[in-house]
């Protein structure tokens, strides 16, 4: 081949890249995480079995499951501390066996601990310059700002309270300017005031973009937060789904007397109907429950009915996760 | 990268050496026993006033090994009892689960902790060693022949230790390796004066368990040859066939291949408790 020719084709062949690299720009960008047959033994005895997830952009998801569910084993697969047995682990689209994978991941251990000869100023500075990201030192004092530890940056952290180390902890966690937040039980040592500042900081991470993996006990706070929930019993995926799919369809419970047949016609119309006495629970029709249930007092008033008490019968996550708990595990 | 790694670390384990007791520990300690030598020397002097210079700078010269000794023995008790704990205790602590989950090498954390640990030990060894050389001078007016060379031998032993501190403390118990690493460090030294004593009696036997011990563990080898650069190079024909094998005079100097099995020595312990590391779940 002539330099003339293959000057030639150099041309589209850099018109190809650049169109490539444009397809590749606007896919839209890898989860988070994704993970699939992680697997786990210690000894005999199998901590996580065929455990497989993911975690979108921007995306809350909960990680729920009695003690020794392997759900903290499962996060310290996810960033490279415990070698998993099988499985594979993509971190914001690369293979977790790279560290570089988690130069955009903040981590809160369940067992937190920082140098207790360090400030927690240092702590913070340590962190950022492990992480290998520009953070000025400014932005590092309000990441302590933001956890309530903005007077006590020049302190040892051998002084800290387990309250204060676990704040500290989730400034570590969100200083190095994350994609992807890991809480393992972010709230164990902090009080109700601490957990409501908890909540609001993984809302605040939501509306920024930033993908959290939130392991907790608290069901009220992973149900309030979380957009998805994985659970997890005796290390494997016992359910997981957003929120609706797991919490099943909304109900409405109602106790009436004076049901006649056609009353009974109307509220059976609206959805399944089950009676226990005078307690009528009907599921409602998704997406039309805000109108749903007005209608169906009104023209049960019109049908004579007498009408005690209206209730939405919503199960909690807590009875939900319960009942999977109980049943064993559902693919 | 990875170089800015390991200096960030090396950074935080000197800072923890300055920042807790040990350092405050080990300067007291070091300060009574120049405090000690400093009397003693000056002792060597007043007591045997009939000595002449040369016989005061030959006694200066074989207490100096056993002052200095003292001082390597310092030097390792303290890098293998801080070597274990600042490893395997920040495992267990879980001090070490937030920063292996940074986007760090295991490797490089651990070469970091070394190069912070050495650069402790070696820093102690120098100043008091130094320390010492100057007490020397003044008292019985007697300055070793190669001070950097003997230095540099006692900073090296000290890193073989604290090397195998950290191997120990990747698969053992933070306490538990440094007390198995100052055992065979003792064990080491033993074995290398029985040798020194099978040497002087022509028994090969027994002279070969002092070599074999030196290969195994090299600090007794590089501690004979840290004190041949600081005695009197006149010292053993002085005292004659009488001193062969006493445990306070480095009889040669350390051949290029030892320096170079030391090394090499180093060199695969630290890669193996890299190994060691890599592999252990947090």
């Known amino acids: 081949m002539s330099g003339t020719t293959t000057g030639g084709a150099v041309q589209p062949g850099g018109a190809s890249l650049a169109a490539a690299e444009r397809l590749l720009a606007e896919l839209p960008p890898s989860p988070a995480v994704w993970c699939s047959g992680l697997r786990k033994r210690y000894g005999r005895r199998t901590a996580v079995d065929d455990v497989s997830f993911t ?40 293979p977790a ?33 492990l992480a290998g990201v520009a953070v000025p030192v400014g932005e590092q004092r309000e990441c302590l700002a933001l956890v309530g530890l903005a007077d006590r940056a020049g302190d040892r952290v051998g002084g800290f309270s387990k309250g204060m180390q676990q704040r500290l902890g989730l400034a570590v966690a969100l200083v190095a300017r994350p994609e992807f937040v890991v809480l393992d039980e972010p709230t164990s040592a902090l009080d109700p005031l601490g957990r409501a500042d908890v909540r609001d900081l993984v ?21 309030r937060v979380c957009d ?10 016992a359910a997981s789904g957003s929120l609706s799919e797991l919490l099943g369809r909304r109900e409405v419970r109602l106790r009436l007397d004076g049901v006649r047949p056609e009353a009974e016609a109307r509220l059976a119309a609206t959805g399944r109907l089950r009676r226990t006495g005078d307690w009528f629970t009907v599921e409602l029709p998704d997406g039309e429950e805000a109108a749903a249930v007005p209608d169906l007092v009104a023209e049960l008033v019109g049908l004579g009915v007498r009408v005690h008490a209206v209730e939405p019968g919503r199960i909690s996550l807590e009875e939900r996760l319960l009942g999977i708990l109980r049943d064993g595990v559902r693919p | 990268m990875t170089v800015r790694i390991v200096l960030t670390i090396a950074a935080l384990t000197l800072q923890e050496a300055a920042r807790r007791k040990v350092l405050r520990a080990l300067a007291g300690l070091t300060v009574v026993l120049l405090a000690l030598s400093a009397w003693g020397f000056s002792r060597i002097d007043a007591e045997f006033g009939g000595l002449t210079t040369g016989e005061a700078r030959l006694a200066g010269a074989t207490v100096l090994n056993l002052v200095m000794f003292g001082f390597s023995l310092i030097a390792a008790l303290g890098t293998a009892f801080l070597a274990g704990p600042t490893l395997a205790g920040e495992v267990e602590s879980g001090t070490a689960l937030a920063m292996l989950a940074r986007p760090v090498r295991r490797s490089a954390v651990l070469v970091g902790k070394w190069l912070g640990l050495v650069a402790f030990g070696s820093g102690f060894v120098v100043l008091a060693g130094f320390a010492q050389f100057v007490i020397v001078q003044v008292t019985v007016g007697y300055w ?59 028994n090969e036997g027994v002279a070969r368990v002092g070599t074999v011990s030196r290969m195994v563990l090299p600090t007794d080898g ?61």
């Open chain 1, 228 to 237: 998805r929930v994985v659970i997890l019993d005796k290390g494997r995926v």
């Open chain 1, 55 to 94: 975690v979108g952009r921007g995306e809350v998801l909960g990680l729920l499951g009695p003690n020794g569910a392997g759900k903290t084993s499962t996060i310290k697969m996810l960033l490279g501390l415990v070698r998993p047995d099988a499985g594979e682990v993509l971190l914001l689209g690369r």
């Open chain 2, 222 to 282: 590089l501690w004979r040859g840290a004190m041949h650069a600081f005695q009197d190079p006149t010292l053993l024909t002085q005292l004659g066939p009488g001193f062969d094998g006493f445990p306070f005079l480095g009889e040669a100097p350390l051949t290029a291949a030892y320096l170079a099995w030391a090394a090499l020595w180093i060199a695969v312990v630290l890669a193996l408790a890299g190994l060691a590391f890599r592999r252990r779940d947090l």
């Open chain 1, 97 to 129: 066996r790279d560290p570089q994978s988690r130069s955009r991941v903040g981590y809160l251990p369940e067992l937190f601990r920082y140098q207790p000869w360090l400030t927690a100023a240092e702590v913070l500075r340590l962190h950022v310059r």
């Open chain 1, 203 to 223: 809302l605040t991470l939501k509306a920024r973009g930033v993908a959290v993996l939130l392991n907790s006990h608290l069901i009220g706070e992973v149900e």
């Open chain 2, 144 to 202: 070793p022949p190669s001070p950097v060379t003997g230095l540099a031998l006692l900073a090296a032993q000290t890193a073989v230790l604290l090397t195998l501190g950290l191997l120990l403390s990747t698969v053992i118990s933070p306490m538990a390796s440094g007390v198995v690493a100052v055992g065979l460090f003792g064990a080491t030294w033993i074995a290398g004066v029985v040798g020194g004593i099978g040497g002087s009696l022509g």
